[in-house]
């Protein structure tokens, strides 16, 4: 649901202006989004052989190696990284 938002809003807000009120939303949902990788790093048991595992050190293992890369990369502002890169280049219409 807000990776959906994300990608309406971004290409909406670099091609008609940044908001105040948008940037606070977008950076609340970017913090939600770091909570939810520290509760899956740490607590969010998984299912392996059968049984569910529960030892906090095989969690964070699991949780590396399958979905940190992706949670790190959705994290990302990039809103606010195409607004700077696109603002060194300004368009003439």
């Known amino acids: 649901c807000v990776c959906v938002y994300n990608a309406w809003t971004i290409p909406f807000r670099l091609a008609f202006g940044m908001s105040n009120d948008s940037i606070v939303i977008d950076w609340t949902l970017d913090v939600c989004f770091v909570i939810d990788m520290l509760l899956n790093y740490c607590f969010v048991s998984y ?43 300004p368009v003439v219409w």
């Open 47 to 89: 299912v392996h052989d059968g049984e569910l595992v529960n030892d906090p050190e095989k969690i964070k293992r699991n949780y590396i190696a399958s979905r940190l890369k992706l949670d790190l990369i959705s994290t990302l502002p990039f809103d606010l990284v195409a607004y700077f890169l696109l603002s060194q280049f």
